[in-house]
């Protein structure tokens, strides 16, 4: 999945989270959504992929659950980065719960770009 493709996903997820759950997660406006979006995109490619390799056994024991912890903490370093103000969550649980619908999200489009892409 593209750049653009990517941030406008994120930033769609933070929109329809915050319409679906106001008292969980909130978004000031849409500008701060694109840079949270930004931010999350920033911590994803550079600081998870060191979260995920050290914690590889946990997540084996896990059965792969503890993935959603590391998206939350993603997630919540992404908030504390943007600003309290602007972009947040209520509870660590709220962003465990983020983590969870942003995955099934990016499975879902990533597949559906995936199956465009096979039958051109």
Known sequence: MTFTRKILMYMLTFISLTVIFPEMIFVKNFAIALVASFVLWLLNTLIKPILVFFS???TI???GLFSFVINALIL???AQIVG???FGFSSFGASILA???FSFVN???SQHFSTKRLNN
């Open 84 to 86: 309290s103000t602007n």
């Open 107 to 109: 499975l879902v489009v």
């Open 56 to 58: 590889f056994p946990l």
């Open 76 to 78: 919540q370093w992404t």
């Open 99 to 101: 983590a969870i619908i």
């Open 61 to 63: 024991l896990t059965f």
